[in-house]
């Protein structure tokens, strides 16, 4: 039971406010007003158990802590207000079917989802809409808050100066790579092998002997999706890979079955569920061709006399990585790998792909590793080898390698006294009403009562 509570933190924790009304033994009262926002009895104790079921630890009485926090978020919405903020619904519904989708895959089907909390996937979405706008709002706001926050190198320096070494962030090894990657050739006959069984799913569902959820489920080779029948959810055309999108996009009959399309990830029919604006919600059933033993080990016979002809001189890598490599997002970049976690070049081990790691782990800085089979970010089996460009061993944090870091914690630092700083002005100016039981409670922001 712990587990399915906490696999449900990220989706049922954003329900709080909205499941309130359904709770049965809480008799409701309005117990402040922020602004023009209400914030019930029932707010109160839906979170006081989300959190206890979530095993949060709430510092200090939950019954003050948790309305305080709840009158924070109206503040914040009550400025969106005054500032026009506003988010697009494309932008929201993006979220809350990633939010939902990732909740899924995690218990195995939306069926239970919807058991769980006693509500449709309509009224789930619909609900989580609400919040995630909110919250979306509430971060414009605070972005807007600190935007014109800068530190200078001097104030960096000073901040730190005084500080014991072991108070110090630690930067965790660091390591920057290059890659080459090679694909084993899919032969043509397994290539028609995909395609005819993709024919065979459209022929089934258009003569009804099956339906394409069903089909999905039992082939789709997109595993985020074949538990939902391949239903992918409401999303904007930024959302696919352009050839995908130009077809979902194209569907107008629900009933229709798409033409084949081939991806970056395999082969794809569509079947469009519905349209709202410019999003559309598709099902889709993946089917990828599969790489023979004897191509795989074509490949690594390729790359191992790629990497020995470097290794003797003959090539650097960093030529071989723009003609031999085919990985379209590192080939024009010399191979190196690019970490979105910190728009760097620079991993932790933990963040490269497991293969990766295991090759790099051992490696000195310049050595090539041997050839290594692995699956690459779209799902395919691929080969590749690669070099150790740089590694920057584990330590504590310094102005001269780890800048950037250390100006990061003083600006944080400063944009957190910025906001409590605009929290406590905010009070003052905003309309707040406190129920009398509420009014011995000590605050983070004492500015509450009036």
């Not at 997109?222 to 194209?250: H, I, K, M, W």
Request: aromatic share 8%; hydrophobic share 35%.
């Amino acid at each position: 039971m712990k587990r399915l509570l906490t696999l449900f933190f990220i989706l049922y924790s954003s329900f709080s406010i909205l499941s309130a009304q359904t709770q049965s033994n809480v008799i409701d009262e309005v117990i402040w007003i922020v602004g023009d926002e209400a914030i019930l009895k029932s707010d109160v104790e839906q979170a006081r158990i989300d959190a206890l079921s979530q095993g949060q630890r709430i510092e200090g009485d939950p019954y003050c802590v948790i309305p305080e926090q709840l009158a924070i978020r109206k503040l914040f919405l009550h400025q969106a207000a005054i500032d026009s903020v506003s988010v697009s619904d494309s932008e929201v519904y993006q979220d809350v079917d990633f939010r939902i989708n990732r909740i899924i895959q995690q218990l195995g089907s939306k069926e239970k989802m919807e058991d769980y909390l006693g509500k449709t996937m309509t009224q789930i979405r619909e609900q989580l809409f609400d919040v995630v706008r909110d919250e979306k709002m509430t971060g414009e706001v605070r972005s807007k808050l600190v935007s014109g926050i800068k530190v200078t190198p001097n104030q960096v320096r000073n901040y730190f100066k005084d500080m014991p070494e072991d108070s110090l962030p630690f930067i965790p090894t660091k390591v920057e790579c290059q890659i080459i990657v090679r694909n084993p050739i899919v032969t043509p006959e397994e290539i028609e092998r995909v395609k005819d069984e993709l024919r065979d799913y459209t022929d089934r569902i258009n003569k009804g002997t099956s339906s394409f959820s069903t089909l999905a489920v039992m082939y789709s080779e997109d595993t985020g999706t074949a538990r939902q029948g391949g239903e992918c959810g409401l999303a904007g055309r930024g959302s696919f890979v352009p050839e995908f999108s130009n077809v979902a996009f194209s569907l107008n009959d629900p009933k229709t079955v798409s033409k084949i399309v081939e991806t970056e990830y395999g082969f794809h029919i569509i079947q469009l569920i519905e349209k709202r604006g410019d999003l559309v919600n598709v099902r889709h059933i993946l089917r990828k061709p599969h790489v023979s033993d004897d191509a795989i080990m074509k490949a690594i016979a390729d790359l191992d006399s790629i990497s020995d002809e470097i290794r003797r001189g003959l090539y650097t890598f960093d030529e071989c990585t723009q003609f031999v490599s085919q990985d379209k997002d590192t080939r024009s970049n010399y191979g190196i790998m690019f970490n979105p976690n910190d728009n760097s070049s620079k991993f932790e081990m933990k963040d490269l792909q497991p293969e990766i790691a295991k090759a790099v782990a051992g490696m000195n800085i310049g050595e090539i590793s041997k050839p290594f089979l692995m699956v690459n970010n779209k799902g395919k089996e691929v080969v590749a080898v690669v070099k150790l460009k740089n590694r920057i061993n584990g330590h504590r944090a310094t102005m001269s390698e780890d800048y950037q870091v250390l100006q990061d914690v003083v600006i944080e630092k400063m944009s957190t006294q910025k906001i409590e700083q605009w929290i406590r002005e905010k009070q003052k100016t905003t309309y707040i009403r406190i129920n009398d039981d509420w009014k011995n409670c000590e605050f983070t922001y004492p500015g509450w009562i009036k």
